[in-house]
T-cell receptor
Framework: EAGVTQSPTHLIKTRGQQATLRCSPI?????VYWYQQALGLGLQFLLW???????NRGNFPPRFSGRQFPNYSSELNVNALELEDSALYLC?????????????FGSGTQLSVL | DAKTTQPPSMDCAEGRAANLPCNHS???????VYWYRQIHSQGPQYIIH???NNETNEMASLIITEDRKSSTLILPHATLRDTAVYYC?????????FGAGTRLTVKP
């Protein structure tokens, strides 16, 4: 069974540009979570999607946005990139309706903003 | 979701048991305790979770105090590959929010 896949693995952008990160959940999983992890820091919750709807978002500015597609894959968009957006962005998925079940994480996208 | 407190770092000798504490004094009745770990630059990996009974699986044991205000993750025979950041999370139905975790270093 394929795990959570994220693309691209690495992304280099310059200040002011836009970045799009993609996540494919495990087959059968409808919930997708996004996290930001800056170098040496913990995971900061960004967004949670379930059944195509945004369920919750963390304390991030509106230039961080995303969506979930009918096939439950998800995109994270970061507009007007700033240097401090450089981080590892992790996606996780969870099984349908299983609120107490575990999250499965992808390997992340390393975003570098120059 | 309730807040958790963990020591920032711990050391453990290879082959010995690693006991990682977590304080969650504001936990409510329907909140579960979850443990994940993150090995350098990889996505976090689920370890174990529980509500009020002690739990054991192939990776670890979870001991939850009777008042549920704290818990301990036990790695019975730590190896060098167990060196990682360990996160304790308390949640009911909402998003999973990670704290700073405990950086466990297993030494030979």
């Amino acid at each position: 069974e394929a795990g959570v896949t994220q693309s691209p693995t690495h992304l280099i952008k310059t200040r002011g540009q836009q970045a799009t990160l993609r996540c494919s959940p495990i087959s059968g999983h409808t919930s997708v979570y996004w996290y930001q992890q800056a170098l040496g820091l913990g995971l900061q919750f960004l967004l949670w999607y379930d059944e195509g709807e945004e369920r919750n978002r963390g304390n991030f500015p509106p230039r961080f946005s995303g969506r979930q597609f009918p096939n439950y894959s998800s995109e994270l968009n970061v507009n007007a990139l700033e240097l401090e957006d450089s981080a590892l962005y992790l996606c996780a998925s969870r099984a349908t309706g299983a609120l107490r079940e575990k999250l499965f994480f992808g390997s992340g996208t390393q975003l570098s903003v120059l | 979701d309730a807040k958790t407190t963990q020591p920032p770092s711990m050391d453990c000798a290879e082959g010995r048991a690693a006991n990682l504490p977590c304080n969650h004094s504001t936990i409510s009745g329907n909140e579960y305790v979850y443990w994940y770990r993150q090995i350098h630059s990889q996505g976090p990996q689920y370890i174990i979770h529980g509500l009020k009974n002690n739990e054991t699986n192939e990776m670890a044991s979870l001991i939850i105090t009777e008042d549920r205000k704290s818990s301990t993750l036990i790695l019975p025979h730590a190896t060098l590959r167990d060196t990682a950041v360990y996160y304790c999370i308390v949640r009911a139905h909402n998003d999973m929010r990670f704290g700073a975790g405990t950086r466990l270093t297993v030494k030979p």
